[in-house]
């Protein structure tokens, strides 16, 4: 497990010729939630993820849990972990005293972002000593933290862009400014994935663009979260879950249509490396993985129920 904030890839990965992972997680608001992500931690870490990634409320609202989810993640679990960091609400000394927060701590890597917006708050607005967006934040955190740095990517235009290439030429400003790879939102359709990267290497981003995968825990709840997110769900999904009788074969549905996905994005499209927002939950996770050859051990009675 690489310790200095590099992506292991392609050979490197769990299983010969499997793809090398990653997985979101947010910082637990009850002790119940906190239980949840450490058993999905140790669920998934067996896996050998090249790091987790931790979110981060607007304006520092998690800043303590956040933290806290860190060091848990890293101290008792001995992973490598990203710490995420947002724009939002927040002063520049703010965000930057969090970012050192992070290193002291041996985060090995941030995924600096713009953030959205409050809720019930249309537009983004940046503190009056707050950072403009992303591209200033990375600016700064290259200048002053020294961390390498992730940043967030749209296969779909994100909802503030009036097209790909707008989106496309963000990405490549916030590279530019100092990041080193990319995560994308995640999507459905794999032809979306690949147009996008085609039109970052034609603009000349030559950084790692990882895919980030969904598997779907609840299929009304993501319907919700992707018309948020500008993300779009394919008319085929929605009849397919509607087909579902019960809650296993949903689960089942989710797992087969999200390996199915990554082993294309694997076999036809080079992809060495996949990351996967998991929600704090492994059990969907860890089977699409699984079935990718991240980890060949058999699925215990527990994990398939």
Known sequence: MADNGDIETGDEADGAGAPSVSFEFFPPATPEMAYRLWSSATALGPLGPSFVSVTYGAGGTTRRRTLDAIGALRGNAGLNVAGHLTCVGATREETLETARA????????????????????????????????????????????????????????????????????????????????????????????????????????DAPILPGMLPIENFTKMVSFAARCGASVPQRLHELFNKAEDRETEKLLAATLCAEQCEDLIERGGVDHLHFYTLNTATLTQKVCRALGVDRAPLSLAEVG
């Open 102 to 205: 992070y290193k002291e701590m041996g985060v090995s890597r941030i995924v600096a972002l713009r953030g959205d917006p409050p809720k019930g708050v249309e537009k983004f607005e940046p503190h009056p000593d707050g950072f403009a967006g992303a591209v200033e934040l990375i600016e700064a955190l290259a200048r002053e933290i020294g961390l390498p740095m992730a940043v967030s990517a749209y296969p779909e235009p994100h909802p503030e862009a009036s097209s790909m290439h707008d989106d496309v030429e963000h990405l490549k400003r916030k590279i530019d400014a100092g990041a080193d790879m990319a995560i994308t939102q995640f999507f459905f359709e794999n032809e979306d994935f690949y147009r996008f990267r085609d039109a970052c290497a034609a603009a000349g981003v």
